[in-house]
T-cell receptor
Framework: DTGVSQDPRHKITKRGQNVTFRCDPI?????LYWYRQTLGQGPEFLTY????????KSRLLSDRFSAERPKGSFSTLEIQRTEQGDSAMYLC??????????????FGPGTRLTVL | GNSVTQMEGPVTLSEEAFLTINCTYT??????LFWYVQYPGEGLQLLLK?????DKGSNKGFEATYRKETTSFHLEKGSVQVSDSAVYFC?????????FGKGTSLLVTP
């Protein structure tokens, strides 16, 4: 049984560069979520997809951030022109389509981004 | 908006001590409530959940009861172990997003 996977696990980049992260949800989970977690804080919601449709975006998701889920399976999160304030752990989660457990989200290990 | 507030840590306990981590919520309606745990070097894991008032969630000896009168969902365990050392997050579901507290770090010493 494979859980949510994320790639890369760590990314170090220079300010102004673009970065892209990938998330593979649990098989058959139709909902996918992105969160950001900074040191000493709880995760903060960024965006979510149901199948390939992006249905909700947080105000935290500035114009430099874009997320896609083109075939309703894996998702990518791109940050353009990175800033030092973007340094954080980026978490992906997925949840199943059945009614009973639909509000339970299963998290991946995260991608730690460091912007120098 | 919907939010949770949990007690600040760090909390340090001796093995076999009783644990309580307080969590209170503000919400429209009665959203599902969760406790997630993050062990050192690992991702967030669901510890337990409760979907309606008076529900009790339990797992691995941990318990939490959804109390609408006090808008609380306190996490308890009767006898903690060193392996329980982790960061614990209280959360509620708001539409599709989980709203998390800031987390409470627990250190259990032998």
């Amino acid at each position: 049984d494979t859980g949510v996977s994320q790639d890369p696990r760590h990314k170090i980049t220079k300010r102004g560069q673009n970065v892209t992260f990938r998330c593979d949800p649990i098989s058959e989970h139709n909902r996918l979520y992105w969160y950001r977690q900074t040191l000493g804080q709880g995760p903060e919601f960024l965006t979510y997809f149901q199948n390939e449709a992006q249905l909700e975006k947080s105000r935290l998701l500035s114009d430099r951030f874009s997320a896609e889920r083109p075939k309703g399976s894996f998702s990518t999160l791109e940050i353009q022109r990175t800033e030092q304030g973007d340094s954080a752990m980026y978490l992906c989660a997925s949840s199943p389509p059945d009614r009973i457990s639909t509000d339970t989200q299963y998290f991946g290990p995260g991608t730690r981004l460091t912007v120098l | 908006g919907n939010s949770v507030t949990q007690m600040e840590g760090p909390v340090t306990l001796s093995e076999e001590a009783f644990l309580t981590i307080n969590c209170t919520y503000t919400a429209t309606g009665y959203p599902s409530l969760f406790w997630y745990v993050q062990y050192p070097g690992e991702g967030l894991q669901l510890l337990l959940k409760a979907t309606k008032a008076d529900d009790k969630g339990s797992n691995k000896g941990f318990e939490a009861t959804y109390r609408k009168e006090t808008t609380s969902f306190h996490l308890e365990k009767g006898s903690v172990q060193v392996s329980d050392s982790a960061v614990y997050f209280c959360a509620l579901i708001s539409v599709e997003a989980l709203n998390f507290g800031k987390g409470t770090s627990l250190l259990v010493t032998p």
